[in-house]
């Protein structure tokens, strides 16, 4: 007990000494006397302390920086979340540009064609039933749809509806090798039927073998009684190729399909055929080829120069100098078996007198 209060005395005291001395050390300033104590502990102590941070401070930097690392590992995937949502967002604007601007040549194509549609999405690709070539659309019989309805996109004929659900459709595509679609030639109003071929080009058969056809050629629906399954003047095609198959009547006529089927997305259903037939009205108008400049002509060559080249002699004339101009008249005459009078002279017998 007594050692307790011995040496809580000691350290009051010790304490008493301190602040009696900062107190004195600060009134001195430079003047202050124990100054040339401090400057003696300062030199005999400084070196004792740099060494001791030098060898502390690593220590200490390597223990903040652990501290620090599970907060960056934290800030560096706050940020890399953020940027994956900032993608994402970006990602969505262009899918949803997209589609706006396919739904905007949808409403185009059916405007064009007084095609009364439901607009659809597809959301299913490949063969529902069989090996067919479908689609299924989120469409179905609550919103109108019926089987043996043409469908259509932005481009032109799609397929058409085979079965429908509740909330769903099913739709062949016009490249199933089992589609057939009646279609005229626009402008020379030739028919013949258009089949599907997988991932090859469709194919047309004319029901005139000699019509003429030729590359660039594009077709429409020819259109069904009531609409169903085809309305008439949607966009099939174009043709690709004109062949002569041996021992055929026939001529094979190969059609590139308007429609990427590669790429569908928004899609319309017809569910109200045109009142009248637009024909020709809904194909999409011919690009126009623009015509290349012609080449700039190269410039005339300079005249040929008429003075001799420096150092010869002209040319001198031939013997019994020039011709003159009523001997020029007189050979010209005599091609008509007469000759003209020299001037103020007499003609010549001719031996007719």
């Keep these: 007990m007594r050692d307790s209060r011995h040496g809580r005395l000691v350290l009051v005291l010790l304490l008493a000494i301190s602040f009696a001395l900062?107190?004195?050390?600060?009134?001195?300033?430079?003047?202050?006397?124990?100054?040339?104590?401090?400057?003696?502990?300062?030199?005999?102590?400084?070196?004792?302390?740099?060494?001791?941070?030098?060898?502390?401070?690593?220590?200490?930097?390597?223990?903040?920086?652990?501290?620090?690392?599970?907060?960056?590992?934290?800030?560096?995937?706050?940020?890399?979340?953020?940027?994956?949502?900032?993608?994402?967002?970006?990602?969505?604007?262009?899918?949803?540009?997209?589609?706006?601007?396919?739904?905007?040549?949808?409403?185009?194509?059916?405007?064009?064609?007084?095609?009364?549609?439901?607009?659809?999405?597809?959301?299913?690709?490949g063969p529902a039933q069989g090996f067919s070539w479908t689609v299924t659309i989120d469409a179905g019989a609550g919103d109108g749809i019926k089987p043996d309805m043409t469908v259509i996109n932005g481009d032109g004929l799609v397929g058409r509806v085979t079965q429908v659900g509740p909330m769903t459709a099913t739709v062949l595509l016009a490249t199933d090798p089992g589609?057939?679609?009646?279609?005229?030639?626009?402008?020379?109003?030739?028919?013949?039927?258009?089949?599907g071929r997988g991932d090859k080009p469709m194919n047309l058969k004319l029901l005139n073998g000699q019509a003429n056809v030729k590359k660039g050629d594009r077709l429409v629906t020819f259109g069904s009684q009531g609409g169903k399954p085809f309305v008439a003047g949607v966009p099939v095609g174009e043709v690709a190729e004109v062949r002569n198959t041996p021992g055929e009547l026939t001529r094979s006529v190969e059609v590139?399909?308007?429609?990427?089927?590669?790429?569908?997305?928004?899609?319309?259903?017809?569910?109200?055929?045109?009142?009248?037939?637009?024909?020709?009205?809904?194909?999409?108008?011919?690009?126009q080829e623009v015509a290349t400049p012609p080449s700039a002509a190269p410039p005339p060559p300079p005249p040929a120069s008429t003075e001799p080249p420096?150092?010869?002699?002209?040319?001198?004339?031939?013997?019994?100098?020039?011709?003159?101009?009523?001997?020029?008249?007189?050979?010209?005459?005599?091609?008509?078996?007469?000759?003209?009078?020299?001037?103020?002279?007499?003609?010549?017998p001719t031996g007719r007198d």
Excluded: C
């Design 256 to 287: 590139k399909s308007y429609v990427h089927f590669s790429r569908l997305d928004t899609v319309g259903v017809v569910i109200e055929p045109p009142r009248t037939d637009p024909r020709d009205a809904v194909l999409p108008p011919i690009a």
């Design 22 to 125: 900062i107190t004195v050390d600060i009134r001195g300033g430079r003047n202050s006397p124990i100054a040339n104590v401090r400057d003696w502990a300062s030199a005999v102590f400084g070196p004792a302390e740099r060494g001791v941070s030098a060898a502390v401070d690593p220590v200490g930097r390597a223990v903040n920086a652990v501290k620090d690392a599970g907060s960056h590992e934290g800030e560096k995937k706050r940020l890399q979340d953020e940027n994956a949502k900032l993608r994402q967002q970006v990602d969505n604007i262009e899918f949803d540009r997209n589609r706006a601007a396919e739904l905007d040549k949808l409403l185009k194509v059916s405007s064009a064609g007084q095609y009364k549609i439901k607009p659809a999405r597809v959301v299913a690709i």
């Design 179 to 195: 589609f057939a679609v009646g279609t005229r030639l626009a402008g020379s109003m030739e028919i013949g039927i258009t089949s």
């Design 310 to 348: 420096k150092g010869a002699s002209a040319a001198k004339p031939p013997a019994g100098g020039t011709r003159s101009t009523n001997a020029n008249a007189a050979d010209t005459a005599a091609g008509d078996g007469r000759r003209k009078p020299p001037p103020g002279g007499t003609a010549p």
